[in-house]
């Protein structure tokens, strides 16, 4: 909302400067989003007068003008408009003028000619959007005023965002007050003004059938209206306000609510047929709204109708057909205080804003409701004439009329704001309206009723603290609790700690993306209202998202790429949804570069099951792989599942060629993925004595049929088989050599093994070796058909 | 010549032989050849001492002195001559294995933190020193975590201004995502007071919140920090206290901080807190709009409606909450210029963040 500073100094006598007065409004909690000086923005910028004209000896379109702007010397000005005439008052800026656009008027030379300043259009002044060439002044503007002054413009517009509880501030009158109090000044009284009343019109016949939703409902009747434009200054006020001019009366009405914060309709008389009905809507009833849009209304709704049709939506919009136009000459004003709840819900309902619906369901003054009506038929029949019928008044007032009153402790309140409440701010407090009486320890307060928004003490508190000033509240550090600190989740830490970046995310991805990593099921979780495609269905697979960051790096010249992320996966269930918590890791491209020592490397499958190993032993806990080609998205004999005891906590793999290149990948990509809500804390590290005996250290070489080693078995089959033969003594074993090719038959593998012996209370002796060696032998033949390598 | 005198000659001349070769020995084997041939069992200094049976016996021992002297001569410049080579060839072997340092090192893949997750753990530190207890919620939430529970009634102005994302039908109520963490504050005081009756409580919930609000200035997925705390006569004063040290703990220096009304319907009073601008010390500068301060977040006291929501009594207890946007502080921190960087996650800018 914008306010004009002129338009607060009529209702309250304000000496401080713009900027003083928008810290006092911050202060006291109106939001200034912004300052607007635009008398100062123009200024440099005088009354010249155009003593001579005379074509450009180089240029067609461009004229050399003489001009006086009440300097000892005339200007010469380069000037490329056509609208001018010698004798001719215009705006110019002078040498060293800063314009509002941001040009800064240097003396220059153009086509050959001198030019000391520029002649300005409205444009080039801020006060329109375009011209038709240069602003002409009327012949009586004195020469050499600055034109600021001359034109009168604003000193300072405010630019305000009035916090939703305060809609008695959506107004000139109302921020006044505030001002007013807090300066210890008082406001202006508005004279109180009676239309002379013409007994021949009459008054409008309404009914509210409505009560609860329309407490308040006055109409009047003018007559013989001569309808033109609304007066110049009149729209300069509302186009500084932010409002556009519309016609004669919707701008009177607006500009009343500007000043007094009652929102009113006009509708034009002859367009209504019968008496005026306040009532809920019926269901599915039409209606066609003035901004074009054609309703289904729902039962509920509270409109205004005639006898044939529904004629506004209360507080919100009138119809396409019943508003004023160039050719009304009777009107029916409207002037209404219309329960908050039900406006919101309307309005929101059929996502409908307007000025009006934004302070009728802040809450507007109940005893503007009148006043409103007053001022209105004031500057209406001023301005274009008419005769006034008596006001029609439905609907109880009493109630919104009534001043609530209530009651709270004092020392409640100090204890809440940590402060004391001096007497003295009482004062403040009654300038807002508010009766202050203390009893000891109890305020007993009467609320204004145009504060909707004070209720209770907490309330009460609020205005205390911001009379007082959040600022003479002292800062203190409560007692601090010691308390057991969190034991810190360090899943991302530790994948970023093997070499990952860790990367954030959305949370939603587009559904195409989803299901490249998991199938159709029924229980995607989609928004209602995404921002976009590519953001609407919620993720249950933190692959895509990674890929994309994958697509963005690898572009932009990154060779090789290491994230990870953890966050959560979203599924609908039968009960309702589950968040899961995932890590999720990416590799792609070089695992390591080309550097002075060696040849760059490509990442693979073993790179990444490397690094979820070490993320879960860095937490005491082991992982099976399981050889797994059922993993959506991934290629068939490079994935696996990872079990950690018997539960599947993940899945590793290799991204399906055809995924990778969708999302403009052409290296291999490995995935893996980890629920950690799954994950039991593995066991604490425990200290055991370090072996004293050397162990024995032997390698077996086997020959296994190659389907039988990587389908059937794979080598932590080898490894498990080669423990539980090798005995008490085995403490290590691993896969030292894989080798097919040359020397070894077509259809074998060759596998070596190594495991150690050892003892912690003797030396182990050939013996020991030979034994384990020869059960494990037997035991490699039993399973796999193995035969050692000769 | 006396045989004596000849011996002793022949002494002589082996002797300066063999020192003349000691000093031309090129490496170690040679020397230790020539530490046989002259010093050992058969050497040349054991043939001399053969030619003594011929002497009389009175003049052996002179002669058996004379070889002494000379194995001695001998076995001294040998060890000399030794450790000369013996550095020589050290040094060789130390010229040979020069190294240039200047190369860069071997590098493993070094990871770093997303800026985001820094600023989350060491906003959460910081609470957690001053004994706020973590808690989390979900993120996909009902409308009375998100704003009934709040103080936020269906037809509240303030559920307009929230750009809500709602979801897809799923169960028998409308689901929608959180907003804010505030729902956290509802969820950790209904399971607080579920397993230790009635307040004090103090606790910090970090999270993920969303707006369906998307430009330059807005990601429709951003990281808030709720902080609250409930006990007997929690004030205002102390709201400004816990302010005061987290921001100056968090930016490592005093800031100084301010609070302006506001309105929010889950406080009363509400406050916007500004700091005093990071950058130009209060002066004005481009950052805070020459106004010297940065709005940072809003707080207040937890509204009455609030606490009846989760059985509190309010005349008893009081509380204060605040909820900070995770990205502003860091992008202030960090100096970051743009928030839709934290999630283009361009690998440049994680790792200079990172370190
Ligand atoms: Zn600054």
């Given at each position: ?5 002129s338009?607060?100094k009529e209702?309250v ?9 928008a810290?006092?409004?911050?202060r ?11 008398r100062a923005?123009?200024?440099g910028v ?16 461009l004229s ?8 000892a010397?005339?200007?010469d000005?380069?000037?490329?408009a056509?609208?001018?005439d ?8 002078t040498?060293g ?10 003396k220059?030379q153009?086509r050959?000619?001198?030019s ?6 409205e444009?080039?002044?801020?006060l329109?959007?375009?011209?038709a ?6 012949a009586d ?5 600055e034109?600021g002054?001359?034109l009168q ?6 630019d ?7 809609g008695?501030?959506m107004n ?18 508005m ?10 019109v009459?008054a409008?016949?309404?009914m509210?059938?409505a ?7 006055l109409?009047?009747r ?14 300069a ?5 932010g409002m556009r001019p ?17 929102p009113m ?5 002859d367009?209504?047929?019968?008496g005026?009905?306040v009532?809920?809507?019926e ?7 003035l901004?074009?849009?054609e309703?289904?209304l ?9 006898q044939?049709?529904?004629?506004a ?15 009304t000459?009777n ?12 406006v919101?819900?309307t309005?929101r309902?059929?996502?409908?804003v ?8 802040r809450?507007?003054d ?6 409103g009506?007053q ?6 029949t001023e301005?274009?004439?008419g005769?006034?019928g ?7 007032t ?17 204890k809440?704001l940590g ?10 407090l009654?300038?807002?309206?508010f009766?202050?009486?203390r009893?000891a ?27 007082i000033?959040f600022?003479?509240i ?7 609790a010691?308390?057991?600190p ?6 991302i830490?530790?994948?970023?700690a093997?070499g ?13 993306e ?7 099921d ?6 209602q ?8 269905v919620?993720?249950?697979t933190?692959?895509a998202?990674?890929l994309?960051v994958?697509?963005?790096?690898l ?21 309702g949804h589950d ?10 491209g ?12 490509q ?9 979820v ?15 797994d080609?059922?993993i959506q998205?991934?290629?068939a004999g490079q994935?696996?599942k990872?079990l950690?005891?018997?539960a ?5 793999g290799r991204?399906?060629g055809?995924?990778?290149r ?7 990509v ?9 994950l ?5 590290a425990?200290?055991a004595p ?8 032997r ?6 049929d190659?389907?039988a080693?990587v ?7 080898i ?9 008490k003594?085995l ?5 030292f ?15 070596g093994v ?13 013996q ?10 037997a035991a ?8 050692l390598?000769? | 010549m006396?045989?004596?005198d000849s011996l ?6 082996l002797?300066s ?10 490496d ?5 050849q020539?530490?046989?041939n002259?010093?050992?069992k ?10 003594v049976g ?9 002669i058996?002195?004379?070889?002494n002297q000379s ?8 060890d000399?001559?030794?450790?000369g080579l013996?550095?020589?060839a050290?040094?060789?072997?130390v010229?040979?294995?020069?190294i240039?340092v ?7 893949a ?19 020193q001053?004994?706020?207890a973590?808690?989390?919620?979900p993120e996909?939430?009902n ?5 009934d529970a ?9 559920r307009?201004?929230h750009d ?5 039908q799923?169960g028998?109520?409308p689901?929608?995502?959180r907003?804010?963490?505030?729902p956290?504050q ?10 230790s ?5 103090a606790?910090?919930?970090?999270g993920?919140v969303y ?9 429709p ?7 609250f705390?409930?006990?007997r006569?929690?004030?205002m ?7 005061k040290?987290f ?10 901080i301010?609070?302006?009304p ?11 807190v500004d ?16 106004s ?11 509204h009455?409606n609030v ?6 009594d309010?005349?008893e ?9 995770v990205?502003?502080?860091?992008m ?9 960087m ?10 200079r963040?990172?370190?």
């Amino acid at each position: 909302m914008k306010i004009p500073f002129s338009w607060l100094k009529e209702q309250v006598p304000l000496t401080s400067t713009p900027a003083q007065i928008a810290d006092d409004l911050v202060r006291l909690g109106h939001e200034v989003e912004g300052v607007e000086m635009p008398r100062a923005a123009v200024a440099g910028v005088r009354v010249g007068q155009i003593i001579s004209k005379q074509p450009h000896p180089d240029a067609d379109k461009l004229s050399l003008l003489k001009v006086d702007v009440g300097a000892a010397e005339l200007l010469d000005i380069v000037c490329g408009a056509s609208n001018m005439d010698e004798g001719d008052k215009i705006p110019v800026a002078t040498i060293g003028t800063s314009l509002p656009n941001g040009l800064k008027i240097k003396k220059g030379q153009i086509r050959g000619a001198s030019s000391c300043g520029m002649c300005c259009s409205e444009v080039e002044l801020g006060l329109a959007d375009e011209s038709a060439g240069l602003l002409i002044l009327p012949a009586d503007a004195p020469v050499g005023m600055e034109v600021g002054d001359y034109l009168q413009l604003e000193e300072a517009v405010f630019d305000l965002s009035i916090t939703p509880n305060r809609g008695d501030c959506m107004n000139t009158r109302g921020l006044a007050r505030d001002l007013a109090a807090d300066a210890g000044l008082s406001l202006v009284d508005m004279l109180p003004f009676e239309a002379a009343i013409d007994a021949t019109v009459q008054a409008p016949k309404v009914m509210v059938s409505a009560e609860t939703d329309c407490p308040a409902y006055l109409a009047r009747r003018i007559e013989g209206v001569k309808l033109g434009d609304s007066p110049a200054w009149m729209q300069a006020g509302l186009i500084m306000a932010g409002m556009r001019p519309v016609n004669g009366i919707v701008d009177v009405l607006n500009y009343v609510m500007l000043y007094l914060g009652q929102p009113m309709h006009a509708f034009d008389a002859d367009k209504l047929n019968g008496g005026i009905n306040v009532r809920s809507a019926e269901s599915d009833e039409l209606f066609k709204a003035l901004d074009g849009r054609e309703l289904k209304l729902h039962a509920g709704d509270l409109v205004v109708t005639d006898q044939d049709s529904v004629i506004a939506l209360a507080g919100i919009m009138g119809s396409e057909t019943s508003g004023v136009s160039e050719s009304t000459v009777n009107i029916v004003l409207e002037s209404a205080f219309f329960r908050p709840a039900r406006v919101s819900e309307t309005r929101r309902t059929y996502a409908m804003v307007s000025e009006a619906s934004m302070r009728f369901e802040r809450g507007v003054d109940p005893e503007m409701v009148s006043i409103g009506l007053q001022q209105a038929t004031k500057m209406i029949t001023e301005l274009f004439g008419g005769v006034v019928g008596e006001i029609t008044l439905c609907g109880n007032t009493s109630e919104i009329n009534a001043a609530k009153q209530m009651h709270c402790s004092i020392s409640r309140i100090e204890k809440r704001l940590g402060i004391t409440l001096p007497e003295t701010v009482d004062d403040v407090l009654r300038r807002m309206g508010f009766g202050i009486l203390r009893h000891a320890d109890r305020l007993d307060v009467v609320i204004p009723p145009f504060r909707h928004d004070v209720s209770i003490a907490e309330d009460m508190s609020e205005e205390y603290a911001r009379v007082i000033g959040f600022d003479a509240i002292p800062e203190i550090l409560p007692a601090l609790a010691t308390i057991a600190p969190p034991r810190p989740d360090r899943s991302i830490h530790d994948a970023v700690a093997g070499g990952f970046l860790q990367v954030v995310t959305y949370a939603f991805i587009s559904e195409k993306e989803q299901r490249l990593f998991v199938a159709e099921d029924g229980n995607d979780i989609r928004l209602q209202n995404p921002i976009s495609d590519a953001m609407s269905v919620m993720r249950r697979t933190a692959w895509a998202g990674l890929l994309n960051v994958s697509r963005h790096n690898l572009n932009r010249q990154q060779s090789g790429i290491a994230i990870a992320e953890q966050g959560r996966l979203y599924n609908k269930t039968e009960n309702g949804h589950d968040e899961k918590n995932v890590l999720a890791w990416l590799m792609a491209g070089e695992s390591e570069t080309e550097q002075w020592y060696g040849a760059a490397r490509q990442a693979g499958f073993f790179d990444l099951k490397g690094a979820v190993e070490a993320w879960l032993a860095a937490r005491g806990l082991t992982g099976r792989f399981i050889a797994d080609d059922s993993i959506q998205g991934l290629q068939a004999g490079q994935s696996a599942k990872i079990l950690i005891g018997r539960a599947e906590a993940g899945r590793i793999g290799r991204v399906d060629g055809d995924i990778a290149r969708a999302f403009d990948i052409d290296v291999p990509v490995f995935v893996a993925d980890i629920n950690l809500d799954v994950l039991h804390a593995g066991k604490k590290a425990k200290f055991a004595p370090l072996a004293e005996f050397p162990g024995v250290e032997r390698d077996l070489v086997f020959l296994l049929d190659k389907s039988a080693f990587v389908r059937d078995a794979g080598s932590d089959a080898i490894v498990q088989t080669v423990n539980k033969a090798g005995g008490k003594l085995l403490t290590e074993t691993r896969i030292f050599d894989l080798y097919e090719g040359k020397g070894v038959p077509e259809d074998k593998v060759s596998v070596g093994v190594r495991f150690i012996l050892q003892d912690a209370s003797r030396t182990l002796t050939q013996q020991d070796s030979d034994a384990a060696s020869a059960a494990i032998i037997a035991a490699m033949d039993k399973r796999f058909g193995a035969a050692l390598r000769g | 010549m006396s045989e004596i005198d000849s011996l002793k000659a022949q002494l002589e001349t082996l002797q300066s032989e063999a020192l003349a070769a000691f000093s031309a020995a090129i490496d170690l084997v040679s020397l230790q050849q020539m530490r046989v041939n002259y010093l050992g069992k058969k050497g040349a200094l054991t043939e001399v001492l053969k030619g003594v049976g011929k002497l009389p016996p009175q003049e052996r021992p002179v002669i058996g002195q004379y070889v002494n002297q000379s194995k001695s001569v001998l076995s001294a410049a040998l060890d000399i001559a030794e450790a000369g080579l013996a550095v020589a060839a050290k040094a060789e072997r130390v010229e040979a294995e020069r190294i240039d340092v200047t190369l860069p090192g071997r590098v493993g893949a070094t990871g770093a933190l997303h800026p985001v997750q820094r600023g989350l753990d060491e906003m959460t530190a910081i609470f957690s020193q001053m004994g706020f207890a973590v808690a989390e919620g979900p993120e996909i939430e009902n409308e009375f975590h998100n704003f009934d529970a709040l103080n936020i009634p269906p037809e509240h102005p303030a559920r307009a201004m929230h750009d809500t994302f709602f979801v897809e039908q799923m169960g028998d109520e409308p689901m929608l995502l959180r907003t804010h963490t505030s729902p956290v504050q509802i969820r950790a005081m209904k399971r607080f007071l579920a397993e230790s009756g009635e307040p004090p409580l103090a606790v910090v919930a970090p999270g993920r919140v969303y707006r369906c609000d998307y430009d330059v200035t807005h990601s429709p997925m951003f990281h808030q920090v709720e902080v609250f705390k409930v006990d007997r006569d929690v004030s205002m004063a102390h709201l400004k206290g816990v302010l005061k040290h987290f921001l100056s703990t968090y930016f490592e220096k005093e800031v100084s901080i301010r609070l302006r009304p506001h309105y929010f319907p889950f406080t009363e009073p509400s406050a916007e807190v500004d700091i005093g601008c990071v950058f130009c010390a209060g002066k004005g500068c481009r950052i805070c709009k020459n106004s010297g301060w940065i709005e940072v977040l809003g707080s207040g006291m937890i509204h009455p409606n609030v606490l009846k929501s989760v059985g509190i009594d309010s005349d008893e207890f009081s509380g204060f909450a605040f909820g900070l946007g995770v990205e502003r502080l860091v992008m202030l921190k960090q100096g970051i210029p743009d928030l839709r960087m934290f999630f283009e996650n361009d690998v440049r800018f994680l790792r200079r963040m990172g370190s």
